[in-house]
């Protein structure tokens, strides 16, 4: 059962109170979690107000993907997140900058907390990008949030199917919308292929959102699956 012994937790929920929540997650690094969440973004805030909430501070990498090239929140009885193609934006960069974030557990776990109970979000929509693994947002998220949902990004390898059992058996299946085959060699609803465009699509908004647009049905899928 959640404790709410922190008076945070309280403003957080009312924040975020009436805000879908999807949370892109990963057992293992690397799979593409970054790139998923900012496609997707792209994609959805089509359809709805979308928040993009970059939770990973040790990499934080949606700011770099999406392209933008200054980053700064606004200020107005706490923090607002940066509009950028119609989206909005909050990622660690916009606080640690270039600079390496070396926070223990706790510290980590008390940064997230702090900056989701000083945001105004004005979505429908909240993608959050994670740190991979298990650990302290995994698990921060989990608590908090008792209506996010999860996308769990994995590869074909061998050792992220692996590490994609224990992920689910974690996170509770019925709070998983789906597992999305990133840089996959077949087709499906949930899968990604391999390519070297995505690479290069790092960082170039308008090349991101051509490439996005293969990935329509994806996104639709997911939609519905929120
Ligand atoms: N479908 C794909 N095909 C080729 N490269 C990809 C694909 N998806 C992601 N990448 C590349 O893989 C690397 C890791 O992606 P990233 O989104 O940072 O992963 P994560 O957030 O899970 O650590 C990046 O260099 C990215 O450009
Ligand atoms: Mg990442």
């Keep these: ?18 805000i879908k929540k ?11 979690k970054s790139t998923v969440s900012a496609i997707l973004a792209l994609l959805l805030a089509e359809k709805a107000k979308v928040g993009v ?33 119609g989206m909005q934006v909050l990622s660690f960069a916009h606080f640690s900058g270039d600079r390496a ?4 557990g706790r510290e980590l776990s ?19 990008d994670t740190p991979p693994g298990t650990g302290e947002v995994t698990l921060d998220l989990l608590r908090f949030f008792r209506d996010a949902r999860f996308l769990v990004v994995t ?5 992220a199917k692996m590490a994609l059992d224990r992920e689910l058996e974690l996170l509770g299946r019925s709070r998983v919308i ?12 949930l899968c990604v292929r391999y390519s070297k465009e995505i690479e290069m699509a790092c960082g170039d908004t308008d090349r991101l959102m051509s490439l996005a647009d293969g990935m329509r ?5 997911i939609w519905r699956r929120l």
């Design 53 to 85: 909430l970059d939770l990973d501070a040790y990499n934080p990498s949606i700011p770099t993907i999406l392209g933008m090239r200054e980053l700064r929140v606004g200020e107005d009885r706490g923090i607002t997140p940066q509009s950028f193609r």
């Design 217 to 221: 049905n994806m996104a639709e899928e």
């Design 110 to 128: 008390d940064a997230v907390k702090e900056l989701l109970a000083v945001t105004t979000w004005d979505a429908d929509l909240l993608i959050i």
């Design 155 to 159: 590869t074909p390898s061998a050792l």
């Design 178 to 189: 789906g597992v999305l085959e990133n840089m996959s060699e077949r087709d499906c609803d």
């Design 101 to 104: 974030m070396p926070l223990r």
């Design 1 to 18: 059962m959640a404790e709410r012994n922190d008076p945070r937790e309280s403003i957080i929920d009312r924040r975020l109170d009436g």
């Design 22 to 32: 999807l949370a892109v997650v990963s057992a293992k690094g690397g799979v593409g």
